[in-house]
């Protein structure tokens, strides 16, 4: 391609100028799409245990949190593996929410909005409509879901926002209430993610909630988890709180007390 500059005489060559941009950007967005057999509602998972059309097997899916520091955000692929190891008839599932990918390179579609503010409305949709597809594949008889984090953030808004897709919930350092979780970390207003405290009121009562938070975490403080969960306890719902040791990583202590207390929940 010949592009001619008239002013002055001068010319400028560029070769296949125009074609390379679009390729590099036809490039970019195949890297960012979810493709092929393990990709559910344009999200990448990993799926442990029985095939579909095993019976009826208990679903148990996995959400990350932010990984803010940036990589893959694969770290429950491991939980997730363990726990439909050590169980029969269940089916484990780790989700990787919009924009975040895997170290085998496998990525969902959408955008992790910069790894901030990661649990506004279309995240939370996105997510939820996986785990309706992932249920109707399966045939599972009943879904548990444990999230971490900003997976926490957004099991707690589907668990209200979407009543009976999800019949066990443990939330783990969970940010569940955003003004307050922002306050405490020196930062005001405009953002779009959702807080979960905001819909208690749609969560079915008898769905067991349970809320983990390590006591010396500085991110999502234990306050933040004990509100949470009284303020369902005055609702009339199943919920209660779990306070270990260790701070705000899932492998700091708070990753086995939230994958004990869902096995408590995987009958």
């Not at 919930?169 to 207003?189: I, N, Q, T």
Request: hydrophobic fraction near 40%; include cysteine.
């Amino acid at each position: 391609m010949k592009i001619r500059l008239l002013s002055g005489g001068v010319e400028v060559r560029g070769i296949l100028l125009a074609a390379v941009v679009a390729l590099g950007l036809s490039a970019t967005t195949a890297a960012f799409a979810c493709e092929g057999g393990s990709c559910v509602n344009g999200l990448a998972y990993e799926a442990f245990g029985p095939a579909p059309g095993t019976g009826s097997p208990l679903l148990a899916v996995f959400v990350h949190g932010d990984v803010s520091a940036g990589g893959p955000a694969d770290y429950m692929y491991s939980y997730a593996r363990q726990f439909a190891a050590s169980r029969e008839n269940v089916v484990a599932i780790a989700l990787l929410r919009p924009g975040y990918y895997d170290r085998a390179g496998k990525r969902s579609d959408g955008s992790d909005n910069g790894r901030r503010d990661t649990f506004q409305s279309s995240s939370n949709r996105a997510v939820s409509g996986a785990i309706r597809e992932l249920r109707r594949m399966y045939k599972a008889r009943a879904v548990v879901a444990l999230g971490h984090s900003g997976g926490a953030g957004t099991l707690g808004v589907i668990a209200g926002a979407d009543p009976g897709l999800i019949n066990g919930l443990v939330l783990a350092s969970c940010p569940c209430d955003v003004p307050a979780w922002r306050a405490s970390r020196g930062r005001g207003g405009g953002y779009a993610s959702q807080s979960p405290v905001d819909y208690l009121s749609g969560i079915p009562r008898g769905t067991p909630i349970v809320a983990v938070t390590g006591s010396s975490d500085d991110n999502t403080h234990p306050e933040l988890a004990s509100n949470y969960v009284a303020k369902a306890q005055a609702l009339g719902l199943n919920a209660r709180l779990q306070l270990v040791g260790g701070g705000h990583g899932f492998s700091s202590g708070v990753g086995g007390a939230a994958v004990s207390a869902l096995g408590g929940m995987a009958r």
